[in-house]
């Protein structure tokens, strides 16, 4: 018969309490109290027994399993001397049972939960989308780099915002090639930015001193989309506004409200913008010299008259030309005396063996136009047979022949539309009947007989043979010109642009003279080229108000051909809408924001070298002004205070550049 492990007997085995929630702190040694802690897990510190009296003395009653009687005995008072050590109580085993069954329960009951709750990502979502994400289109996986995995993965692995934030410009395309940056700038842009915006002193709060001091300002780190909007706050929630604080903790430039503070805005008319003073017409032109210069039309006594509020409000739209500057430029355009532009003209015959060559009225000289000068790819024309085989080539062959004698970064100036073609033909027929059969026996070294062609005479103020599109024959100089046909004339258009498009190359390609004399006739306000001709050409009325501006953002030159609605730059974090602003479109309210200046300029045409200067890099476009100070901050105060709550960074200012 075996042993038992455990003597089970009062005298000899202690009290066990299994159910308890602790044990003593010594019964790791074998040596545990016979008390035990109390349902709390505190230590009792108590004796090691009670002593009994039997009247006259005490007796100890120490169990044996503790050791037995001790031989001390109980003390006269009654009171046990020997006394269990203070100990730290442990947890039973029952408790540590608990913890795990309550646990594997649980367990198993969201194992089950998500076994079968459907979708899993549905089971882990931490609250419902704003209503413009809340469609069938877009799930956790397109917002969610962790989401495109099982759901282990939804549940175990964490994915980083920057990456999560990749996925947002997969359909926030707008945001531009930097979207992670500062502003979606680059550092470069950022910096300037900040060292361009200078704040007027004020204090600075300390909520936002605290916000700045928190955060990193390093233009080179990328953020994520997630520091400044948060989702899964309801359908409702409004993920893109900011507070003001927020809008400057990573400003440079801090201040304490837009009314206590805010920069002054920039003046400076972005590039793009139509050369007109408003100033010189209202108190000048469109006042004193209304009937002189608009006989037939009334001026414009208010701001309508050109401008009009786009469908939203948002923008104020200029109406065109033809109801805002006809009335006094749409003559001086389409000026039947103006001679037009001299594209191709018969010098004075330089020998004796010319065969047949016209007279003309007027003593033509020996300077030729610039165009032909291209033709000629620079050669001077001091023989007339190159001025004939150029012609004869160019009604033979056509368009083909123009553009096999140009460079090929020269080409676009003859591209003409309308066509010179016919206007030369029929040049040659008048100037040289028989040309065909000359340019033939000259070229076989045959001798060709000297003839003077007469040519139709004619009023030397009027056009003569107009072939059409603008483009006619003028006999007096023996000259093929071109009349533009009305605003926006294609061809002068034309030629201006690739005028523009040649700067920084006039010194390095061998037409270098003839570009330059194409530019002068193009930019010339007060003559057309010709010392026979001392009239304005159109090409200088262009100039006048279509104005030549420099993009700063890519230093290209370009010429302002229409007004630009959006004066607002490119990568501007600047937004505005006339809408709340403009209730009425009277003057009065108008010019609570745009002030005329009191200085009433003499508004001159270009100078004649203007355009020439700019090919050789010698000068910059002149600035375009508009005869109206600037918005100023005061202006905006008025309104835009803390007082009226309508002094959010956000109602003025975007965080992504556009």
């Known amino acids: ?81 020997n006394e269990f050590p203070q100990c730290r109580p442990r947890h039973s085993l029952l408790y540590f049972r608990r913890i795990v069954v309550g646990l594997s329960a649980a367990l198993s009951l969201a194992m089950c939960l998500l076994l079968w709750s459907g979708e899993s990502t549905e089971a882990i979502s931490p609250g419902p989308l704003t209503s413009h994400h809340a469609s069938s289109d877009v799930t956790c996986q397109s917002c969610h780099t962790a989401a495109s995995g099982d759901w282990t993965s939804n549940v175990l692995e964490h994915s980083t915002p920057l990456n999560d934030s990749k996925l947002c410009v997969n359909c926030h395309t707008e945001l531009g090639e930097n979207p992670f940056h500062s502003h979606g700038l680059v550092a470069e842009a950022w910096e300037t930015n900040n060292s361009a915006t200078n704040s007027k002193p004020g204090i600075t709060p300390f909520l936002l001193q605290v916000s700045t001091a928190l955060t990193d300002h390093d233009p080179h780190e990328q953020h994520a989309c997630s520091e400044c909007h948060q989702e899964h706050h309801g359908a409702q929630h409004d993920m893109v506004s900011l507070t003001n604080n927020q809008c400057q903790s990573c400003h440079h430039h801090q201040f304490e409200s837009f009314e206590h503070g805010h920069p002054e805005f920039d003046h400076t008319p972005p590039p793009g913008s139509i050369r007109f003073d408003h100033a010189a017409h209202f108190k000048r032109y469109l006042l004193d010299d209304a009937a002189r210069l608009m006989p037939d039309a009334l001026a414009p006594t208010d701001c309508q008259a050109c401008h009009q509020a786009s469908d939203d409000r948002s923008k104020m739209l200029t109406r065109g030309f033809e109801q805002m500057c006809s009335a006094c430029h749409e003559r001086d355009i389409k000026d039947r005396d103006f001679p037009g532009i001299a594209f191709f003209q018969l010098p004075s015959p330089a020998g004796d063996e010319i065969g047949e060559w016209p007279t003309a009225q007027q003593s033509t000289g020996t300077e030729i136009s610039g165009f032909m000068q291209l033709l000629l790819d620079g050669r001077p024309a001091d023989s007339d047979w190159e001025i004939k085989e150029l012609l004869h080539d160019i009604v033979r062959r056509g368009q083909s022949a123009i553009d096999e004698k140009l460079a090929n970064d020269l080409k676009g100036f003859g591209q003409f539309e309308p066509s010179i073609i016919p206007a030369l033909m029929h040049a040659q027929q008048v100037w040289f009947p028989n040309l065909h059969d000359e340019i033939a026996r000259h070229r076989e070294g045959m001798a060709v007989d000297n003839s003077v062609v007469d040519v139709p005479k004619a009023n030397l103020s009027a056009p003569q043979e107009e072939i059409g599109g603008g483009w006619y024959v003028r006999h007096d100089d023996l000259s093929v010109r071109y009349r533009p046909i009305g605003h926006a004339d294609p061809i002068a258009r034309l030629w201006l642009e690739q005028t523009l498009k040649l700067r920084g190359k006039v010194d390095s390609v061998p037409d270098a003279d003839s570009i330059l004399a194409v530019s002068e006739v193009l930019s010339n306000p007060t003559g057309s080229g010709s010392e026979l001709t001392p009239v304005p050409v159109a090409s200088g009325r262009c100039l006048s108000c279509h104005a030549v501006t420099r993009d700063p953002a890519t230093s290209e030159l370009s010429i302002a051909w229409s007004t630009t609605p959006n004066r607002i730059g490119q990568n501007s974090l600047t937004r505005f809408s006339h809408a709340p602003h403009v209730h009425d479109t009277s003057n009065t309210v108008c010019q609570t924001c745009h002030i005329l200046e009191d200085s009433v300029p003499f508004v001159s045409t270009s100078s004649p070298s203007m355009l020439t200067n700019i090919l050789k890099g010698n000068s910059e476009p002149s600035p375009v002004t508009c005869g109206i100070h600037g918005v100023s901050m005061n202006s905006c105060v008025k309104c835009h205070s803390s007082e009226s709550k309508l002094d959010n960074c956000q109602q003025c200012h975007r965080y992504h550049a556009r």
């Open 1 to 81: 018969m075996t042993d038992p492990l455990q003597e089970f007997g009062w005298k000899k085995s202690a009290y066990e309490r299994p159910s308890d929630m602790w044990v003593c702190g010594q019964a790791c040694d074998g040596t545990p109290c016979a008390f035990g802690p109390t349902a709390k897990g505190q230590c009792q510190h108590r004796q090691a027994c009670v002593p009994k009296s039997n009247g006259q003395e005490f007796f100890c009653q120490r169990p044996l399993h503790l050791g037995g009687k001790c031989s001390e005995g109980p003390l006269e008072n009654g009171a046990c001397p």
